[in-house]
């Protein structure tokens, strides 16, 4: 489905992006959701081979959103790993989207951890459950990020990538 409010250029970017070796591909998904009564829950991942690689291979994750590089309704979010050697952050993944439920998270994480398995070849895997992979998730109060993300940690929801 086509909705006027998401954004042409990121249609044409993806359209153009599927002919590129998957190395050079950014704009990876450009997708709406029904969600609840009809409501659109829209959503745009960039995110490279390379971001998909660093995510893969990190242990501390943090997650947050942002309202200050974009307007109206959509909402900037980012996931940053934690790179110890260089001692700095460096972001895996960014997305576009039109809201923070958990329903909503629980889409953007599923279609992230898609895109770098996609990728990677790795599985997602979390520390607690598997006995490696992701170690700590840092993220501010939002109550929908914990929740998406607790949703798809759960041990049945692990496979599933």
């Known amino acids: 489905m086509t909705d006027p409010y998401i954004p042409l250029g990121a249609l044409h970017l993806l359209q153009a992006q599927t002919v590129l070796p998957l190395k050079e591909k950014y704009l990876r998904c450009v997708e709406q ?23 893969m291979s990190a242990v501390h994750i943090s997650i947050d959103t942002s309202f200050k590089r974009v307007h109206g309704k959509w909402q900037e979010f980012e996931i940053e790993t934690w790179d110890p050697i260089h001692m700095k952050s460096i972001v895996a993944a960014r997305a576009f989207t039109t809201s923070q439920s958990s329903s909503e998270h629980l889409i953007l994480f599923t279609r992230i951890f898609e895109i770098a398995t996609e990728d990677t070849g790795q599985p997602v895997q979390f520390h607690h459950i598997h006995g490696a992979g992701f170690q700590t998730w840092i993220a501010d109060a939002h109550k929908g990020q914990a929740l998406g993300l607790d949703t798809i940690s759960l041990p049945c929801n692990c496979n599933m990538y």
Not at 36 to 47: S, V
Request: charged content about 15%; some cysteine.
């Open 33 to 55: 959701h029904d969600i609840e009564n009809n409501k659109l829950f829209e959503l745009i991942i960039c995110m490279s081979h390379a971001m998909s690689t660093q995510l």
